[in-house]
């Protein structure tokens, strides 16, 4: 079932980078890098949890295609892979989408922590 008033659901042709049968790749339109890309399944369902095997590997497929991508038009020194199942995480749109976020030595003075930032002070350990 598509949804009318989904950002995800029905993409245009010239916003999918990269695809798959089950799910596409896009870049964020808030990006907190530069070369910041989305995976979303074509299907709207809202929690990771609910994706089925076969969405699952077609996530991870694109994950790899995206680094492919990224490597190669951006160059950057690593990644930070994450996203949100629900309002309590942060999710704001009920899509589920992975985040593919490229980092550059010195985007932040002590990266230490990573994803764990996402609660500021438990980031550094």
Known sequence: MEYINCPFCNP?????????EL???????YP?????????????FDNY????????????????????FLDKEFKPDGYNIG?????????????VHIHIIPR???DIEDPT???R???PERRIY
Do not use: W
């Not at 245009?12 to 798959?20: P, T, V």
């Not at 890098?33 to 399944?41: E, M, S, T």
């Not at 949890?49 to 492919?68: C, G, P, R």
């Open 12 to 20: 245009s042709e010239k916003d999918i980078l990269l695809k798959n």
């Open 23 to 29: 799910c596409y790749a896009r870049f964020d339109k």
């Open 32 to 44: 907190v890098n530069k070369g910041h890309l989305l995976i979303i399944p074509f299907r709207h």
């Open 49 to 68: 949890f609910d994706a089925s095997k076969e969405e699952k590997l077609a996530i991870i497929e694109l994950i790899d295609k995206a680094k492919e």
């Open 83 to 95: 996203l949100n199942v629900g309002k309590t995480a942060g999710q704001t749109i009920m899509h």
């Open 104 to 106: 550059y030595k010195g």
């Open 113 to 115: 922590g990573g994803v």
């Open 117 to 119: 930032g996402v609660i």
